[in-house]
């Protein structure tokens, strides 16, 4: 179960001489100053209204987006993200996976870094050293991140350590998590009240609800991700768990998922027709598009581990399109593994070899 992060303790907020001290303290001075590219970011981290799953709510976006943008950045480079706070509560943003000290994201907050107040403003700057794969970001405190603030981080190899496979055709990321209609301040207040967490309103892809593949789970006028593909290319996608609490299985209708990089790893190549995928988790997939298209085809991320009979909720469901698809996905969603194989989830968890 995921818990508000207490306060911040040894914050040093304000003082200018905190970016350097932070610098210093993140970085030995010789990676501090290295002459390894910078990439700078402008972010504004702010409230839109959105209606996922039918209902208008407030949603947290950056620059306009949600899910946020993707920080896309080489082996080595130093990321230099201003932030600016335009919620009415502090912000910190976490950098899941990103290696900053030791073993620093595992606690969700960084000990040496401080929640930004409301209407200002923070550089974050970190380096991304001798590391690659797919990750993403969140803001960490208020349960802020049950209303988004999150997006993808992608750290590709440098150009002279080759990649385990092909240069895929395209790059597809997929956030998927568990998603409420309650505010992310009502559901706080629940949890502060020592009420458990209900069970969640549905499952969103990439910030959007199901495509209504069930006229009784889903209702009429629910806009949902499409994923437009070409016949016969590869893609790689990468596939992040951003929710609150729920494990998810992942699959593709009709298409194998060849695994081959999990949170800054490259694995042993292998295909899977469905993944669980635990929150906080990221996963790549290369997907061909090798079926013939005589439909679209369901992309679903279905709870796991979870009561059934208390859950009669929507699915999440994108839909995968080929170019020259025939028509529109239609029928029941491929089959999840069984609910109550317990040992399906650690048996594919220990099949997966770095
Ligand atoms: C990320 O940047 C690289 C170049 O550095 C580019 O080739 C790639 O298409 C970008 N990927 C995304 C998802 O923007
Ligand atoms: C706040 O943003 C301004 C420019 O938008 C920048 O010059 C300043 O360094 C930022 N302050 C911090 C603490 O990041
Ligand atoms: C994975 O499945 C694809 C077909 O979707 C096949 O072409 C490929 O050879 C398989 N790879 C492995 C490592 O099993
Ligand atoms: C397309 O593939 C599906 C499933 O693999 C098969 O049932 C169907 O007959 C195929 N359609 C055509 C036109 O080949
Ligand atoms: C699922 O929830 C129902 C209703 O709350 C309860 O009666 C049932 O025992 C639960 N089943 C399991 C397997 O926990």
Partial sequence: MHTPAPPNRRCCFTSSVCGLFLCL??????????????????????????????????????????????????????????????????????WNGIQQRKNSWQDGVLGTNCPIPAGWNWTYQFQVKDQIGSFFYF???????????????????????????GLPDGDINLFVGDWYTKSHKDLREDIEDGKNLQVPDGILMNGFGPYRYDEALVQDGITYQIISVEPGKTYRFRV?????????????????????ETEGSYTVQQNYTNMDIHVGQSYSFLVTMDQNASSDYYIVASPRDVNLSTWNKASGVAILHYSNSQGPASGPLPDPPNAYDTFFSMNQARSIRL
């Fill in 25 to 94: 303290l993140l970085l030995p001075p010789r990676i501090c100053f290295a002459g390894d590219p910078y990439v700078f970011y402008d972010w504004t981290v702010s409230y839109l209204t959105a209606s996922p799953l039918g209902q208008k709510q407030q949603v947290i976006g950056i620059n306009g987006q949600f899910p946020g943008p993707i920080l896309n950045v080489t082996t080595n480079w130093n990321v230099v993200v201003n932030v600016k706070n335009h919620l009415d509560e502090p912000l910190l943003l976490t």
């Fill in 139 to 165: 803001p960490s405190l208020s349960f802020q991140r049950a209303a988004g603030g999150y997006g993808g981080i992608i750290v590709n190899n440098r150009e002279v350590i080759a990649v385990p496979f």
């Fill in 240 to 260: 992040h768990n951003v929710g609150i609490s729920t494990s998810l299985n992942f699959r593709i209708q009709n298409h194998n998922l060849l695994l081959v």
